[in-house]
């Protein structure tokens, strides 16, 4: 079975919790620059990164 190609757009979102880089399905409505977006972090199955310096 061949998979289909899903086109992606790559978002940065300025967060409390420092800059994050995000992946979208690029057929969303586009959003204005600068504006909120409503999001979910997977913290329950993130990373636990240690701070340097």
Avoid: C, Q, W, Y
């Avoid at 079975?1 to 057929?27: N, V």
């Amino acid at each position: 079975m061949k998979k289909a190609f899903i086109a992606s757009a790559a978002l940065l979102l300025d967060t409390a919790l420092g800059p994050i880089k995000a992946e979208i399905d690029a057929g969303l409505p586009p959003h204005e620059i600068g504006s909120a977006l409503p999001f979910d972090l997977p913290v329950a199955g993130a990373a636990n990164l240690k701070r340097f310096g």
